[in-house]
């Protein structure tokens, strides 16, 4: 079992459409993180929560909106994407999002997006 | 702008060969630094973490990493074709939070 598990694996979704990501991390962690990986380019940060708060927002369109319930899951919530979102979407998560050193990111297995 | 460069190859080696992947960063304030494995269609893998100058090893891979030349680089002995993958150098910047910072990656290839 992976420490941090993504669903759903494929998502084939229409540019009108509502979908959302699900995150879940079994590792006991505070700090969650949403990343995305396009052909070519390097991983972009998205989202960080910490202990359920949001630190970072790192100029994402609000056609992706986040929510962290609690410390073990994160959700992205998908509408009206468009052609160009078409990646793979990357959940992460750490120990602490302030720790000053020492601190390791563990990746679940990522939610493959196509948008139509 | 906080930035990883590496040579995205593709990297080609023959089985049982020295691979050698090389990674730059730009901002001094960088405090640790960490490799990752990503098998096509997989999510990255952690293999290795560095946080001083010098080398660490742990089994087939050393990691390198000088501060003052703000490079650091991972060698893989023994290489096997299951090595092969794209190797993800990130760079952590703590300053203000666990902001971690990747290269684009190096395709690397062992050929049996």
């Known amino acids: 079992e992976t420490g941090v598990t993504q669903t759903p694996r494929h998502l084939v979704m229409g540019m009108t459409n509502k979908k959302s990501l699900k995150c879940e991390q079994h590792?006991?962690?505070?700090?969650m993180y949403w990343y995305k990986q396009s052909a070519k380019k390097p991983l972009e940060l998205m989202f960080v929560y910490n202990f359920k708060e949001q630190t970072e927002n790192n100029s994402v369109p609000s056609r992706f909106s986040p929510e962290c319930p609690n410390s073990s899951h994160l959700f992205l919530h998908l509408h009206t994407l468009q052609p160009e979102d078409s990646a793979l979407y990357l959940c992460a998560s750490s120990q602490e999002y302030f720790q000053i050193s020492g601190n390791t990111i563990y990746f679940g297995e990522g939610s493959w997006l196509t948008v139509v | 702008q906080k930035e990883v460069e590496q040579n995205s190859g593709p990297l080609s080696v023959p089985e049982g060969a020295i691979a050698s992947l090389n990674c730059t960063y730009s901002d001094r304030g960088s405090q640790s630094f960490f490799w990752y494995r990503q098998y096509s269609g997989k999510s990255p893998e952690l293999i290795m973490s560095i946080y001083s100058n010098g080398d660490k090893e742990d089994g087939r891979f050393t990691a390198q990493l000088n501060k003052a030349s703000q490079y650091v680089s991972l060698l893989i002995r023994d290489s096997q074709p299951s090595d092969s993958a794209t190797y993800l150098c990130?760079?952590?910047?703590?300053?203000?939070?666990?902001?971690?910072?990747f290269g684009t990656g190096t395709s690397l290839t062992v050929i049996p």
């Open positions: 590792l006991g962690h505070n700090a």
């Open positions: 990130a760079v952590n910047y703590s300053r203000t939070g666990n902001q971690f910072y």
